[in-house]
């Protein structure tokens, strides 16, 4: 069964500080892998998308990894600002499927 | 580019009534649309997918006497809640895809439904 992993639950961080996102997948084959941000009572945003051969891709203050061979992304948000409070997605979408799997995502607080 | 609004952005009905939720394509045509429903602290849980001018495909699971679902035109899809009860009080979120990039989904803000 396709799965998407992502810890930890909820963070809460001061503003200006950077934080680190983590997603394990067990999707396979892999086709790319999405970062969403959603806002509380809004739809999500994509952030960034990786294919099998990127291994890092930036989207101004948010870098995401990709280790294609452990399965696993993560997403870091450098020099945080209280609008980057969200729910960050995890989402995975497999070879020859149309339809993505969704992690729980990460609620991050970032406080002044 | 590639916007899609939801009407309305919440709503309370009472349980047994029905409750219509509008997603537009704002400046593409969708052939395809994508329903949502995500209860607090989850995950977004596909409902159906939505193609133009056919009828929808439902995920395991999802009654499709209870969410009709409609998309008349290429910028147009509807869900319809039937005889709504508390249960049903959810976040539903649409997305839609372009015909020239069938990787990305865009997504609608969501609609909040309670149902009292």
Known sequence: ?112 | GAVVSQHPSRVICKSGTSVKIECRSLDFQATTMFWYRQFPKQSLMLMATSNEGSKATYEQGVEKDKFLINHASLTLSTLTVTSAHPEDSSFYICSARTPEDQETQYFGPGTRLLVL
């Not at chain 1, 890092?56 to 993560?74: H, I, M, V």
Request: charged share 15%; with cysteine; aromatic share 8%.
């Open chain 1, 1 to 112: 069964k396709n799965q998407v992993e992502q810890s930890p639950q909820s963070l809460i961080i001061l503003e200006g500080k950077n934080c680190t996102l983590q997603c394990n997948y067990t999707v396979s084959p892999f086709s790319n892998l999405r970062w969403y941000k959603q806002d509380t009572g809004r739809g999500p945003v994509s952030l960034t998308i990786m294919t099998f051969s990127e291994n890092t891709k930036s989207n101004g203050r948010y870098t995401a990894t990709l280790d294609a061979d452990t399965k696993q992304s993560s997403l870091h948000i450098t020099a945080s600002q209280l609008s980057d409070s969200a729910s960050y997605i995890c989402v995975v979408r497999g070879r020859g499927s149309y339809i993505p799997t969704f992690g729980r995502g990460t609620s991050l607080i970032v406080h002044p």
